[in-house]
C-alpha cells in the first residue's frame, strides 16, 4: 500500500507558525504544500492499484488473452485461412450437391467460363474435349459407313440379277432411286424416329431420326397430339388403365410403349416381329432408371435430359428379308459363279500342284541328308545355284539317292569330293583295302574296327602289320578273331554269339541249343551257323522264344480277370480297376505280336443267372459281353481280337450261378513254329 506518513504534519510546526504574522503567511504555504503532497500521494496510490488490477487480471484472462491472439492471427494470415477453406471445401461441396443448390449456384458462372474460355483460346478448348469426341465422331462415321456398305452390297446384289432389272425399271417409272427401290423391296422393317414424351406435362423430351427428313414436320405438335388421344382413350374407357399401343398410318406403324413417368413413340416402316418391341421395352425401362429424378422434377427445360438421345438413336434398328424369303432361284448367279469356280480351281490346281513340288523338292533333300557319304552344303531350290554337295567317291550318286530326274535337273547339283567318316562308308573303304575274307563281319563304333569271324594266320598278320589305316578308322580290334586251329565249340560261339540264357553244345558235330532267347536272336542263328565249316546239323527244340514266354505269364494273368454286374448289363463301380488292367495287358500282348508272329484270340464270356426265358438269358450274356469289349474298346485296345461269348451253340456251364453277374475273359494264343537253325 502507499505510505500515508507524509500527509500528517508536525503540531510543533503547526502551532509555531500561528504566533506571528509571518507565521500565517508561512501557515499558508504549509497548507498548500501539504496539498500538493496529498494529490501525489492520490496519484501515486491509483497507479499502484491499476497496477495490481492488471497483474489479477492477467492472472485470471491469461489463456483467453491468448486464444483471442491466435484467432486474430488465422484471421490476418491469408495462407492460413485458404488452407483451412481447403480442407473443409470437399465436404461442404458434397453437402450443397445432394441438396442441389451448389448446381444451381455454378450453372451460370460455370457457363460464362465456359463461354469465356472458347472465346479466347477455342483450340485448347478444342484440345480437351478431342479425347471424348473423338471416339464418338468415330463411333458415328463408323455407323454411316455401315449403312452405306450395306445399301452398296444390296444394290450390287440385285444389279445383275433379273429381280434387279425389273427393279431398275420400276425406280425408272416411278423416278425414285434405285437403292430406295432396292431398300423398298429387301426391307424386312425399320425404325424411323423415336420420339420421348413427359407423361404428365405432354410435352417431347427428346427425340431421334433415322434420316435427315421425316414427315413429321412438327415434334411438339405430335407429342401434344398423342397424350391427348392417350388421356381421351383413358378417360373414355373408365376402369382400364391400359392406353393406346399402336397405329397404322399407310405403309407405317406407330407403336406407343408408356412408361410410369414417360411414353416412348417409335414410327416403322415394314413388319416389325413381335422381340422388337420387347427391345423397344427395355429401353424405356432403362431410361427410367437412368434418369429417374430428372423425369420426376421435368418442367420442359431439356438440359437435364440431354443424355436419353443415345438410348433414343439405340432403337433406330433396321432388318433385312433373310434370302430363304426370297426367290428360290438363282439363276442369275449361275455364270458368276462358274467363273468363280472355275477360278478357285485354277488357283487351287496351282496351289496343289506348288505343293505336290515342295513335297519333292523335301524328299529329295532328306534322301542327300540321309544318304551315307553326302554333305548338303546348301539347299536353295528358287536360286540360280540350287544345290551345293559334298560326295565321298565311294558313295551312291547323288542323282541316283535322289530318284527323281526332274528334281535332279531342276536342282542343277553341284558336286565337290571329300572324304567321309560315315560308317557304311568307312567299313566300305576298309573291304576295298583290307579285302577280308567271307567268314569275318566287321563293325565300326566310334572310330575303332571290330572284326568277328574266321580268317587265316597270314590275314591275321598282314592286317596286325599295316603301319596306315584306312582312313576313318583309328584302332583295329582283333580280339574276337578265330584262327583255323579254333575249336568248333568256339567257332559257332562266335559265329553266333549266344546270350547268356543260352546253352551252346556239340555232339557229333551237331549243334544242340536250349534256354530262353529273343526271337530276332533265334532267326538269325542259320545266317550265323553258315560260315561255320565242319558242323553238320542243328537242334533247338530246348530252345523258348522269350517274347512268347512272357506272353505266355500275361495270359495266364489274363485268364483270370472277371468284370462284374449289377442289375441287368450295367457295370458295377469295381469294374473299373480289372478293366483298367486288362486293357494294359492285352495292348501288352499286341505289342509282343509285333515282334513274335503269333495268334491272339480272346473271347469274352458274358454270364448269367437262370431267371428269365432263355432268350432273355442269352440276350442279357450277350449285352453283358459287349458292354466289356466297348469298354475295352475306349481304352485303346483293339476290338477286332475281342469275340463276345456266347456264340451259337455254346451252353454256360452247370455252375454259372456262382458267377451269374460276371463276365470273364479266355485267351488262346497260339504260338508259330521255330525257325530252322541249320540249313545243311
Known sequence: MPPTDSSVSAPGSSSGSSSTPEGGSGHASSAAAGATTSAASSTMSAAGDRAALEQVRGLLLAEDRARLSALQQRLDDPEQRATEIAEALPDAMQLGVEDGRLVRALQRPVDQCIQRSVERDPQGFADALFPVMGPAIRRAISEALKGIVQSINQAVEHSLSIKGLRWRVEAWRSGTSFAEVVLKNTLLYRVDAAYLIHNDTGLLIEHALAETQTTLKDEDAMSAMLTAIQDFIQDSFTGTNEGLESVEIGGRSLWVLRGPKATLACVITGVPPRSLREQLDRTLRDLHLSFRKQLEAFDGNKSSLAGVEPLLQDCLTLAYRESAQEDSGRAQWIPWGLIGLAL????????????????????????????????????????????????????????????????????????????????????????????????????????????????????????????????????????????????????????????????????????????????????????????????????????????????????????????????????LPSAEEPLDRAAAQIKALVALQQTVPFELEIDVIGYSDQAGSGRWQTWLRERRAEQVIRQLGERGVPTEILHPVPRPGFEPPEDSAAVAEQAQLRVQLDPVALPPCWVG
Open 344 to 571: 478357285l480351281s485354277g488357283l487351287g490346281w496351282l496351289g496343289w500342284t506348288q505343293y505336290l513340288w515342295g513335297q519333292r523338292l523335301d524328299a529329295a533333300r532328306n534322301r542327300l541328308e540321309q544318304a551315307p557319304g553326302l554333305v548338303v552344303v546348301s539347299w536353295r531350290p528358287s536360286g540360280a545355284q540350287r544345290a551345293h554337295l559334298l560326295v565321298d567317291p565311294l558313295a551312291e550318286a547323288p542323282e541316283a539317292v535322289i530318284a527323281d530326274e526332274t528334281v535332279s535337273a531342276w536342282l542343277q547339283l553341284q558336286t565337290r569330293p571329300y572324304i567321309s567318316a560315315d560308317a557304311p562308308i568307312v567299313l566300305e573303304r576298309v573291304r576295298q583295302q583290307l579285302k577280308p575274307p567271307e567268314t569275318l563281319r566287321l563293325s565300326l563304333s566310334n572310330a575303332v574296327l571290330r572284326v568277328r569271324g574266321q580268317a587265316s594266320d597270314a590275314w591275321i598278320e598282314a592286317v596286325q602289320a599295316l603301319r596306315v589305316l584306312p582312313p576313318g578308322v583309328d584302332r583295329i580290334d582283333l580280339s574276337a578273331m578265330i584262327t583255323e586251329e579254333t575249336s568248333l565249340l568256339d567257332r559257332v560261339k562266335a559265329a553266333i554269339e549266344p546270350p547268356d540264357e543260352v546253352d551252346v553244345a556239340i555232339d557229333d558235330a551237331e549243334l544242340i541249343l536250349s534256354g530262353v532267347a529273343p526271337w530276332d536272336w533265334i532267326k538269325a542263328v542259320p545266317t550265323g551257323l553258315s560260315a561255320v565249316a565242319g558242323l553238320v546239323g542243328c537242334d533247338h527244340q530246348g530252345l523258348r522264344v522269350a517274347e512268347l514266354a512272357q506272353a505266355e505269364a500275361i495270359v495266364a494273368d489274363l485268364d483270370e480277370t472277371r468284370v462284374e454286374f449289377g442289375d441287368n448289363h450295367r457295370l
